[in-house]
């Protein structure tokens, strides 16, 4: 759309728009100074603990709260499953004391005495063990698309099958989920919550408590980690709110580290038998897939196979283990990286049947990406290619150099959404100059604070410094949840509209004075000036004087007025692993991520979020696995020895470029907080093919399965 | 954790008096980095906690012509820093190092390093050391990737977490413990053993001593070295390690002590690696032969098989860097 008001800058036009500009909120976090939620402390305020359910499937028959209510410091105990209902995962909270202590609240949370019938369950499904698992599936709808039975039997075409699979993680969000409550008022409430949905946070509240919603403020100011698990009040939530009125005072209630394991959030698992058909030179025909995982107790989504590419004769079975292993939560790019692996590994090890190079069977195929973005996926799988030295390491299966060391590359595409969504922003000029912009947002580490800061400072020729951010508050205009990747696309259109607004506000108010007509005037450099003439010109100071007792006040709105952003992008990556064939064990030499996000507000942030994505990869790829015991039916590593994490020597030499300029900037903003996070897994099962030239199938490739897979075939 | 009582003595006569005659009573406490996470989790319930933070003679490293003493309260930082300890005891060092964080080394003890608990996540879950679940062990049916592969024949399955144990006990050191009857040295490798009770400890120690010191003799002419198979670099626990002295004379080996760590419920000598190595010259084939040899008793339980392949490895990279100079 041409000519609109709103529209972003031209490239030559842009000051602060794609620079690499250091996030705002750094300093504050690097020193502490930066309050999280787990950091409020009030006043008398009261401390909850959990009264934990040790088993994953029972059935509550009593529940005995007297000993714990009569111990000294015990404020208010609440229930939060009571008798009769159905505990569905170990660890989940039964109910909740508040103390006065956190030692208190701890002793008295064992004082409470529940009573439960012991009910079947099952907490593990790789296997899809038909005796355990009878009555607990539940059957997706299936895909079909051409005939793939015909492609198949075509005996010009190749065919590969395997079994593949990546279980289920957990989000081990460093802040636990949680929140401090404190009421305000009979009908008031503020709370701290550790939430990706600041402005959605009150009618949840509001709604259980049956108090109205525009009595409740939340606040989250810093959080951290949500990986799309931290939307809802919770159970635990309810329960602080509700012992905070009962008390009378403040609580806090924060999930301990094995809680937030067990019970706040699983990534469901993905396992498939698979079967993909290509022609001899390699274009992709047939696709065949029977899924099966588990979300928890109930059906969670359908993995999206075959994933980017949409292969033309296809056809797809999904299979829902209902299982005692917690609650299924959104997880940075739901479904994605499990479709990422359940694609990008049979059709690597198709590539490798055909003896082609994977990188040019992904090429010679991205044209079965939807949406015509064959173009893109070319350019970026071009570019990792170079980023990755993919023509002097890329090797056919199998590492052919002595020693017990074999090194391999391997690639994976990925796409995402991450349209802007709806959402408020209100931008203020006072009198003196000073400039607020105001979004019931929230910063979830991603940059938005200083994506913010930067659309308003170049919309008013003001450097970024000069803008103040509020956000993390719900008495700020409403502003949509973190989630999806839809952060960055709606608050930089948002910002950018009441921007634009105000700017013109002020551009009336000092027209007159100046000379120009307000059409006819721009705000560069500190400045408010006649376009191509510095001699009518005023400072951002003395402009803002001319405004009297009067302040400027613009409120933006996404969606709006011009095309600010749009949605659809994608990735290709390379991992360059090496692998030691006599221990099994994994190193990450180096990742490559060539991405797009449409137009980049802040090159460094954006960055960061690939980096960020990739180390994160780098983990559920390598380490982590919610390894539930079958006989107790508990999670048994529920802390962070056993869960475990990369450090950074685990991660290698991390390459990340931003794919920008024209074919790119025009699309406006697009989210890129997940997208990163999808190939991981497939590009380093792929890379460790290449090195050991043989599959590990499942995620993560632990030493064991490096073994396991070595002595089936390979070259040990 | 369970409300107990603090104690600080200021001399090791005063905290041996606090300690009592059995188990479950009381415990030590040195840098606390493990004690208070098994208190956390209820996989220990002192009444009381006896605190050798004030004890000062209990920290330190002196250096003889003939041993090191190590006071038991060293932290791991400063054997870390300790310029005997580098130049006489490289191996020691090596071992430390695989202590990848810098709170567990400002924190941690030796002492504690040696007296740590198993890391078994079915004792840390509450279901004790023998992980018994209506009357039977959890660990040959349950989740036994990363427990033991050799010693294991019930009722205890875990491993030996320390990882300074197998490179000491393989340099022939001793630890002196003082009750209130008085002190008394003992090898390192016999402050070990596997319990046969739920009651039980996986050491030797009684439950009114304390570690004093650790002494190791003088490593003349030997070449050492640790090696730890581990997942991650960052702070990780090894999945199996290594731990090897070798007394040369010219190019072959006239002595060698090789013990293994996390594949047991005790530090594991293995005699018959170390009769592999006896009157021969090193070669990439002898130490292949020592590690088969290291593990060819082994008893892998339903999911720890891998961990036999890692041990067979360990041994070996441990006794080719020993033999390439060491550590
Ligand atoms: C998360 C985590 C990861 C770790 N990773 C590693 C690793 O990778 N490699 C590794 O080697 N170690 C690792 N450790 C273990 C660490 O080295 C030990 O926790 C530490 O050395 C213990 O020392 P401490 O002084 O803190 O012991 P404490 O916790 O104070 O004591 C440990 C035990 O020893 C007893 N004790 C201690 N000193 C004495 C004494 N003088 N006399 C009698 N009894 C005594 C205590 O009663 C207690 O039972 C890890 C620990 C943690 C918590």
Known sequence: MANCKYEWPAAGDRRLIGKSISRIDGPAKSSGRAKYSLDINLPGMLFAKSVNCPYAHVRIKSIDTSAAEKMPGVKAVRVIMGVGKEVQWAGDQVAAVSAVSEEIAEDAARAVKVEYEQLPFLVNEADFDKDKTAGRTRQAAELKVGDPDKAFSDPDVVTHEGHYGIPVITHCCLEPHGHVTEWMGPQSLRTFSSTQGVSAMPAQFAEALNIPANNVQTICRYIGGGFGSKFQMDAWGLASAQMAKDAGKPVKYLLERAEELETAGCRPSGFARVKVGAKKDGTLVAWESDCWGTGGPTPSGVLPIPYVLDIPNRIRRHTFILANIGPARAWRAPNHPQAALLTMTPIDDLAAKLNMDPLQLLMKNADLASEGRGKVYREELQKVAEMSEWSKYWHPRGDKTPGHIKRGLGVSIHTWGGRGHAGNCLVTIQPDGSVTAELGSQDLGTGTRTVIAIVAAETLGLPVEAIRVKIGDSHYPFDGPSGGSTTVGGVSASTRRA?????????????????????????????????????????????????????????????????????????????????????????????????????????????????????????????????????????????????????????????????????????????????????????????????????????????????????????? | MERFEYANPTSRKEAISLLAAEWGQTEVLAGGTDLVSCMKDFACTPKRVVSLKRISDLRGIRSSGKELRIGSMTTIRELLEDQHVKQGYPALIQSAEYIRSEQLRNMGTIGGELLQRPRCWYFRLGYGLLAQYNGKSLVPDGDNRYHAILGNSGPAYFVSPSMMAPILIAMGAQVRLEGPGGAREITVEKLYRTPAQPDEREHTLHPNEILTEIIVPRQEGARSAVYEVRQKEALDWPLTAAAVVLKMNGDTVSHARVVLGHVAPVPWPSPEAEQTLEGKTVSEDVAEAAGKAAVSKATPLSMNGYKVQLARVAVKRAIMQAAQGGA
């Open chain 1, 499 to 716: 921007a634009v607004d105000a700017r013109d506000q002020l551009f009336a108010a000092v027209a007159p004075g100046l000379g120009v007509p307000a059409d006819q005037l721009e705000a560069v450099d500190g400045k408010i000036q006649a376009k191509g003439d510095a001699s009518k010109s005023l400072t951002w100071k003395q402009a803002c004087r001319k405004l009297g007792v009067k302040t400027v006040q613009a409120h933006g709105k996404n969606p709006g007025q011009c095309m600010l952003g749009s949605s659809g992008v994608g990735g290709a990556m390379v991992a360059d692993v090496s692998v030691d064939t006599e221990t099994g064990l994994v190193k990450i030499n180096r990742m490559a991520v060539a991405q797009d996000c449409g137009l980049i507000i802040d090159m460094k942030t954006a960055e960061s979020q690939c980096y960020g994505a990739m180390i994160m990869g780098i983990c559920y790829s390598l380490f982590e696995e919610k390894i539930m015991d079958n006989i107790t039916g508990r999670m048994l590593n529920p802390n962070m020895e056993f869960y475990k994490l990369a450090g950074i020597g685990d991660i290698g030499e991390l390459k990340v470029h931003m794919m920008t300029g024209p074919g790119y900037d025009e699309r406006g903003v697009i989210g890129l907080g997940e997208p990163p996070v999808i190939s991981p897994g497939a590009a380093i099962s792929n890379a460790v093919a290449n090195a050991i030239g043989v599959r590990v199938p499942t995620l993560p490739v632990t030493p064991e399965k490096v073994l396991a897979a070595l002595a089936k075939g390979g070259m040990a």
